[in-house]
């Protein structure tokens, strides 16, 4: 079974810094996706970026940036210039091409101070 | 369309009682997700759909879950005699499968169930 694993439970920046969520997965598959989901408080999760495993080039949207290590295991999420609307929780999510359902990581709690 | 619907947003019930949640996905999505979020976890699958048909169900989904996808549209996830254990998030999500892979998923802001 896929794991995802998210060993920073929280973390705090000011604005305008960069900040750089860790994620680290299991998996003996060799084609899948992997995701980075924000949950703002009480609002719905949203997609933020998305790295298909078979693509070398690390996925980039605007401010957002992977830094994805297939043969490590690791998609880390980079934020620059970094905003208040940017606090959340942040999802780690992994889906294997011919599964359905996401597998997610434990979330990091992110906390952008003015 | 205003995207994933979930009814109610809050329920409170007492221990044993039946409670019932409702998804409306995005129209032209044919597959849907239930996942449950306990607090401070990521969500957890629960089971999908495709158009009316359950496809997969987790280990998660003891006996006393049942959902339902009538017609391919709106979905319904029952719980039966209800535990404390079942507080949690239960989100909904929807996309659609275009044969060459899948779309984008899209959440609903989810059902937050309390058991007393």
């Known amino acids: 079974a896929q794991t995802v694993t998210q060993s920073q439970p929280e973390m705090s920046v000011q604005e305008a810094e960069t900040v750089t969520l860790s994620c680290t997965y299991d998996t003996s598959e060799n084609n899948y996706y992997l995701f980075w989901y924000k949950q703002p408080p009480s609002r719905q999760m949203i997609l933020v970026i998305r790295?298909?495993?078979?693509?070398?080039q690390n996925a980039t949207e605007n401010r957002f940036s992977v830094n994805f290590q297939k043969a490590a295991k690791s998609f880390s999420l980079k934020i620059s210039d970094s905003q208040l609307g940017d606090t959340a929780m942040y999802f780690c999510?992994?889906?294997?091409?011919?599964?359905?359902?996401?597998?997610f990581g434990q979330g990091t709690r992110l906390t952008i101070n003015p | 369309d205003t995207g994933v619907s979930q009814d109610p947003r809050h329920k409170i019930t007492k221990r044993g009682q039946n409670v019932t949640f409702r998804c409306d996905p995005i129209s032209e999505h044919n597959r849907l997700y239930w996942y449950r979020q306990t607090l401070g976890q990521g969500p957890e699958f629960l089971t999908y759909f495709q158009n009316e048909a359950q496809l997969e169900k987790s280990r998660l989904l003891s006996d006393r879950f049942s959902a339902e996808r009538p017609k391919g549209s709106f979905s319904t996830l029952e719980i039966q005699r209800t535990e404390q254990g079942d507080s949690a998030m239960y989100l909904c999500a929807s996309n659609e499968n275009l044969g060459r892979g899948a779309t984008e998923a899209f959440f609903g802001q989810g059902t937050r169930l309390t058991v007393v």
């Open positions: 999510a992994f889906m294997n091409q011919g599964a359905q359902k996401l597998v």
């Open positions: 790295q298909e495993a078979y693509k070398q």
